[in-house]
């Protein structure tokens, strides 16, 4: 029988693999694919064979499932009462075993931190993932200042002083860690999963050739995975969340197209001058120099989280620098023209000599208002970078096969929305599928998939367009551009209707 054709039919039906084991119930697993899971099962539980303490023989017959989902990072499928039957597995090259106890003193924070805009966090309370986070660890933000580092021409953003925006914050800031751990405790309130972690997919292929004998299952449109671990999963629906180079969208043939920017994004966790009471409102601040973006986000007390996109020679530079001099450097990129920043980073060391000096004797491009507090220190190893790129597959969809996160796109960090991005390709797959399921459909048939990957590539598409511009437009540091610019950036800043706009899609409206 082929079960493609079956629609409703559930791998469920079919029984367990094992069915004499003893289930090992493990409630591990990564946030980019915990979404996922959850918001497919809260309320009525999942029916899923679960992977004994000890371990399985290998057989030759796969495991079948109706969604495999392949990878980590923070987006992920598990609370629907429609889709309360569906037979899960997560894939995981990392061991997950301390997501759950994860910890930092209230004086340390994770350099890996993401805003999530209100819609973000809409869709974590109604999968019910919201009251776990760490909220003590967590920060609104409610202002931005953003201007240009070559005119000084800026934008301010006040959405408490907004009428017309429904909610008086843009985004929350908070570490990934505290997220990941949120969500696995939501998954542990629910039915069980069936998780490989610390697992690598060794092989993904077609499922074999379909045999005369009507009691052999049709397998042959399934995708196969095989193991580390020498089991071998059969899916009905196999999710790519395996990040910029996914071996699912390999195997789905699904080109994936952009550049490399030729940046590097610099991360840090520093310490500001001024402490700040948890109920202020705080402002999150970005300037942008011809070498990329910098900003500065807030995080609870006098801490906040450093996003430096500049030079790979630049990000080297900043790396191998003393902590007193690396605090010397972050607030030169906020109050010198860039003339002296890019001097500042010529030299290799006596960056703290050198700022003093060129803040008495050189004029100040902003007022002391609308720049943040001075960094007067570093959190010990959290300063790192990595490499900027724009990535965006063809499409999202194949034969039983779903993109979300990274493995569908890779985003500029300037607008703070890659995981947000992530996330709402989570809602929509889940959407999809319970759709799917609610008229009997199969969750995994092209047709089926086609709306999911239509409503989010036009999204997304339009984002990344958007963002990627923006780049090139203010990496530009001389010439008519910067006036024109200019002048683009403080006419927004007057008019109403286009500010509350941009307002609007900064935080996911």
């Not at 094992?18 to 591990?28: I, S």
């Not at 106890?101 to 004086?107: G, H, V, Y």
């Not at 609104?140 to 909610?167: L, N």
């Not at 809602?427 to 998939?449: F, H, K, P, Q, W």
Request: hydrophobic share 40%.
């Amino acid at each position: 029988m082929d079960l493609a054709l079956l629609g409703s039919s559930r791998v469920g039906d079919l029984g367990c693999d094992n069915p004499k084991e003893t289930p090992r119930v493990n409630t591990k697993t990564s946030s980019f694919v915990l979404p996922v899971y959850i918001a497919i099962a809260s309320e009525y539980g999942i029916s899923a064979c679960q992977i004994s303490d000890e371990a399985v023989p290998a057989t030759p017959t796969p495991e079948l499932y109706d969604v495999v989902c392949v990878g980590g990072g923070p987006a992920g499928l598990r609370a629907s009462p429609i889709t309360s039957s569906l037979k899960l597995a997560l894939v995981e090259s990392q061991d997950l075993s301390t997501t759950s106890t994860w910890s930092l003193p209230p004086d340390q924070y994770s350099n890996r931190a993401s805003s999530l805009t209100p819609s973000s966090k809409a869709f974590l309370e109604r999968i019910g993932a919201w009251p776990h986070l760490d909220h003590s660890r967590m920060q609104p933000y409610h202002r931005m200042q953003v201007w240009d580092g070559v005119s000084g021409a800026r934008i301010s953003f006040d959405w408490e002083q907004s009428p017309k925006i429904s909610h008086t914050t843009v985004a929350y800031m908070t570490e990934n860690a505290n997220l990941l751990r949120a969500l696995s405790t939501r998954l542990s309130s629910l039915p069980p999963i069936t998780l490989f972690d610390k697992t690598s997919v060794s092989s993904i292929s077609p499922g074999p050739a379909p045999t005369p004998d009507i009691t052999t299952p049709n397998l042959s449109s399934w995708p196969h995975l095989a193991l580390s671990n020498s089991h071998t999963l059969a899916a009905r629906l196999l999710v790519g969340a395996d990040g910029l180079n996914s071996p699912v969208r390999t195997f789905a043939a699904i080109p994936s197209r952009g550049w490399d920017y030729n940046r590097h994004g610099v991360v840090a966790t520093v310490k500001l001058a001024a402490d700040f009471p948890p109920n202020v409102p705080r402002t999150a601040y970005q300037r942008f120099l011809p070498t990329g973006p910098v900003a500065l986000l807030a995080l609870p007390g006098p801490y906040a989280t450093l996003v430096w996109s500049t030079l790979p020679s630049h990000a080297t530079h900043l790396k191998s620098l003393s902590p007193s001099d690396f605090c010397a450097m972050v607030n030169a990129a906020f109050r010198l023209s860039t003339v002296d920043i890019d001097y500042m980073h010529t030299i290799p060391s006596g960056q703290v000599d050198e700022l003093d000096w060129r803040l008495r004797h050189t004029p100040s491009l902003v007022e002391g208002s609308q720049i943040p507090h001075s960094v007067v220190d570093v959190q010990a190893n959290s300063i790192a970078s990595f490499p900027l790129r724009l990535r965006h597959a063809d499409t999202y969809t194949a034969s039983r096969v779903a993109l979300i996160g990274d493995a569908a796109h890779t985003i500029h960090p300037l607008a703070g929305q890659g995981l947000n991005l992530g996330l709402g390709d989570v809602e929509a797959l889940v959407g999809n599928i319970e759709d799917s399921v609610r008229y009997g459909g199969d969750i995994g048939a092209g047709m089926a998939l086609e709306s999911y990957g239509a409503e989010r590539y036009a999204v997304n598409n339009r984002l990344l367009g958007v963002v990627d511009k923006l780049h090139k437009l203010y990496s530009v540091g001389s010439g008519p551009l910067v006036g024109l610019r200019s002048l683009g950036l403080e006419a927004v800043d007057r008019v109403g209707v286009v500010k509350e706009f941009f307002m609007r899609q900064a935080s996911g409206s």
